[in-house]
């Protein structure tokens, strides 16, 4: 199972980015899939979540911000970060679940200035 994350990058505040997670060895479009965040210092904390249906949920801290979305197509996971606070800078993970254990993205840093 490989995980790709990319689209990190520096940004002012109210700037927007859009992270992509490419998986590989996976029958994609029957998983569940997620963005985590690890902030310098802190635990690595759920962001946004969607089920294999297309069903999504997301902190209340980024509701109305960030929008999780997939293309089961391209095996493909996105994370568009609209209104970006410096709050938000961290290292952004893709993760899912296969066969019972955790698997995750290489991490793709985002850092916010105000």
């Known amino acids: 199972v490989q995980l790709q994350a990319s689209g990190g990058g520096s940004v002012q505040a109210g700037g927007s980015l859009r992270l992509s997670c490419k998986s590989r060895g996976i029958n994609f479009k029957i998983h569940q899939m997620a963005w985590y965040r690890q902030a310098p210092g802190k635990e690595r904390d759920l962001v946004a979540s969607?089920?294999?249906?297309?069903?999504?949920d997301t902190i209340d801290s980024v509701k109305g911000r960030f929008t999780i979305s997939r293309d089961n197509v391209r095996n493909t996971l996105f994370l568009q970060m609209d209104n970006l606070r410096p709050e938000d800078t961290a290292v952004y993970y893709c993760n899912t679940f296969w066969r019972g254990s955790p698997y995750w993205g290489q991490g793709t840093l985002v850092t916010v200035s105000s």
């Open positions: 969607i089920t294999s249906a297309g069903a999504t």
